[in-house]
């Protein structure tokens, strides 16, 4: 009996698919070569083809209201929350979740953030990207258990990391913008037009401040 091969219109779709599935180019080869001993999606058959179909179309991550895939798995919340924080200071020259996807399958051999599912295979990644933030961006993670939440906060470490590089960029400039603000707190309620506080800043507030931030730094450094 032979063996039909794939059709064109199956292995489009699987292209599609698996692209939007957040599969790049050597993750889907690696994936055929374990699943179906092949290297090529042309090298299917129909019924692989469509078996496959079925399995990425059931694990394809859901999309957010502004079109973005959302990244699913139990890790890939606080991975994505370093990975933009990464970009907003500088360090990262790609936001995609493709290129957050690819940082986490060199750190763990994990081909996916949604199969992260270990917490040791976590910490690696977790760990690496914390580490390469405190490298190149001074971010000082170091935790102090008498001091407040916020404190202690990511999103606070992140934010302050953020204002030495501006005040550093900044004096750089032949004439400084900033220099009558003494504290991030004074520059965001001015620039944000909000009653900015580190003690009372909600989370959507502070994902504002590190976006605007990032943008002031990205575009400073492309001046």
Not at 78 to 104: C, H, P
Not at 183 to 203: P, W
Request: glycine share 6%.
């Amino acid at each position: 009996m032979t063996t039909l091969a794939a059709t064109s219109d199956q292995i489009r779709a699987l292209q599609a698919t698996r692209r939007k599935a957040g599969i790049d180019d050597d993750a889907w080869h690696v994936r055929l070569g374990e699943r179906y001993g092949v290297t090529s999606t042309k090298h299917l058959t129909v019924m692989q083809a469509n078996a496959e179909l079925d399995s990425l179309k059931g694990s394809a991550p859901a999309r957010r209201p502004n079109g973005r895939l959302k990244l699913d798995g139990p890790y890939a919340g606080k991975l994505q929350a370093l990975w933009i924080g990464a970009w907003n200071l500088g360090i990262v020259r790609d936001r995609d979740d493709a290129a957050l996807i690819a940082f986490v399958r060199r750190q763990t051999g994990i081909d996916h953030v949604r199969w992260v599912q270990d917490a040791e295979d976590a910490a690696k990644a977790i760990e690496a990207l914390k580490g390469w933030m405190a490298r190149e961006a001074d971010v000082d993670w170091t935790a102090v258990k008498t001091a407040p939440a916020w404190y202690n906060s990511p999103q606070y470490r992140v934010v302050m990391a953020q204002w030495r590089i501006l005040c550093a960029l900044d004096r750089q400039r032949s004439e400084p913008r900033w220099s009558l603000f003494t504290t991030v707190d004074a520059f965001l309620a001015t620039t944000l037009d909000e009653d900015f506080a580190f003690h009372t800043a909600s989370q959507s507030l502070w994902r504002q401040a590190m976006n605007h931030l990032g943008g002031l730094i990205r575009n400073l450094k492309g001046a």
